[in-house]
């Protein structure tokens, strides 16, 4: 069992910038992706950023070159760094962990076995 506790969100105007971390712990040599989806009121969860054990990172169109994913292995910790936040980033976002079949491609696609709880982003206009 791999064990996510997320931090950071909160509420912020257009523009700002707000910092998520997600720290790993358990049987954390299971896992070879973490990432961000995210929830927004009526509408699916979908991927916001994932990062591979090799480094490779992957975003959603809607926050490329706005969200800077990255990790720290000795913490077993990754973080989402945002920036321009814009009213339609509102949302419940979620860590996640979990198996990428290929660590040196960006993880697109991969599966989630572990979730954090899940936490509120809200960007006022």
């Known amino acids: 069992q791999v064990q996510l506790v997320g931090s950071g969100g909160g509420l912020v105007q257009a523009g700002g910038s707000l910092r998520l971390s997600c720290a790993a712990s358990?049987?954390?040599?299971?896992?070879?992706?973490m990432g961000w989806h995210r929830q927004a009121p009526e509408k699916e969860r979908e991927l916001v950023a994932a990062?591979?054990?090799?480094?490779?990172?992957t975003y959603a169109d809607s926050v490329r070159g706005r969200f800077t994913i990255s990790r720290d292995h000795a913490k077993n910790t990754v973080y989402l760094e945002m920036n321009s936040l814009k009213p339609e980033d509102t949302a419940v976002y979620y860590c996640n962990a979990g198996v990428a079949n290929r660590t040196w491609a960006p993880p697109r696609a991969y599966t989630q076995k572990y979730w954090g709880q899940g936490t509120q982003v809200t960007v006022s206009s």
């Open positions: 990062i591979t054990s090799a480094g490779i990172a």
């Open positions: 358990g049987n954390t040599f299971s896992i070879n992706v």
